[in-house]
């Protein structure tokens, strides 16, 4: 079970940190990823991250802007937003599969997903 949490309202420019929490205990062997929804649109990969949290792939307009990370111990994965745009606006998902591979970034590989956050960037 994915659940997700810190999302809200933000001004542009701000920032903020979004965490989801994972539970069992194989959640080390997971690659994870955040995703996002705007209203009318698809679903779009934002950042994914390997198992092991060596390596990460970002999408092209978040990039330099927002960091995935990942805590092994904590089970939880981790995205900081920086320097928010309007456009940011949407509602974000993590997803997770258990595989030890490198970052995933079809969101059809994920066989776990988040109930999804809201986050809104007024301008």
């Known amino acids: 079970q994915l659940v997700e949490s810190g999302g809200g309202l933000v001004q542009a420019g701000g920032s903020l940190r979004l965490s989801c929490a994972a539970s069992?205990?194989?959640?080390?062997?997971?690659?994870m990823g955040w995703f996002r929804q705007a209203p009318g649109k698809e679903r779009d990969l934002v950042a994914a991250?390997?198992?092991?949290?060596?390596?990460?792939v970002y999408a092209d307009f978040v990039k330099g802007r927002f960091t995935i990370s990942r805590d092994n111990v904590k089970n939880t994965v981790y995205l900081q937003m920086n320097s928010l745009k309007p456009e940011d606006t949407a509602v974000y998902y993590c997803?997770?599969?258990?595989?030890?591979?490198?970052?995933?970034?079809?969101?059809?590989?994920?066989?776990?997903w988040g109930q999804g956050t809201q986050v809104t960037v007024s301008s």
């Open positions: 997803a997770g599969v258990p595989l030890r591979t490198e970052s995933i970034t079809s969101a059809t590989r994920y066989d776990y």
């Open positions: 991250i390997s198992w092991s949290g060596f390596t990460s």
């Open positions: 069992g205990r194989t959640f080390s062997s997971y690659a």
